[in-house]
């Protein structure tokens, strides 16, 4: 019975090693409209739509920019799947043998930019001399 063992281990720890799985994780941020800087994480990633692979779940920084638009700076959270967290990585990211993709996508919706009036600006102006003067 040992005899058998011995092989059955070697195959078991060649096929860990040669069939291992592969779990691809991908971000999509498109905006509206379209054609927005986007960074994320302090990292700048694109012009949406904008797809990254990514190696980590949890909160991640977006700050997206675009010109007669209001930047838009926010927090979303990533939460890993089931077959990402313990014991169940093991399995997928080592033993199992086919691809698993996770593909989320986030949108945004960018509000125009809102300049203020000329009025506006010189009540601001008399406001910061009135503060200013004793």
């Given amino acids: ?15 860990t090693l040669l069939l291992p799985g592969c779990v691809e994780r991908r971000l999509t941020i498109n905006t509206e409209p379209s054609g927005a800087k986007v960074v994320l994480n302090d990292q700048e990633i694109g012009i949406s739509p904008v797809t990254v692979s990514f190696n980590w779940y949890g909160d991640y920084w977006v700050r997206i920019s675009k010109d007669g638009y209001e930047t838009l700076d926010t927090h979303r959270r990533l939460k890993a799947p089931l077959h990402d967290r313990f ?12 691809r698993i993709v996770d593909a989320y996508e986030w949108t945004f919706e960018l509000a125009p930019k809102v300049y203020p009036t000329r009025e506006e600006l010189i009540e601001s102006g008399r406001t910061l001399q009135n503060q200013l003067e004793p």
């Fill in 1 to 15: 019975m040992a005899k058998h063992r011995v092989p059955t281990i070697v195959v078991f720890s060649l096929a």
């Fill in 87 to 98: 014991p169940f990585d093991f399995f997928a990211q080592i033993l199992y043998p086919g």
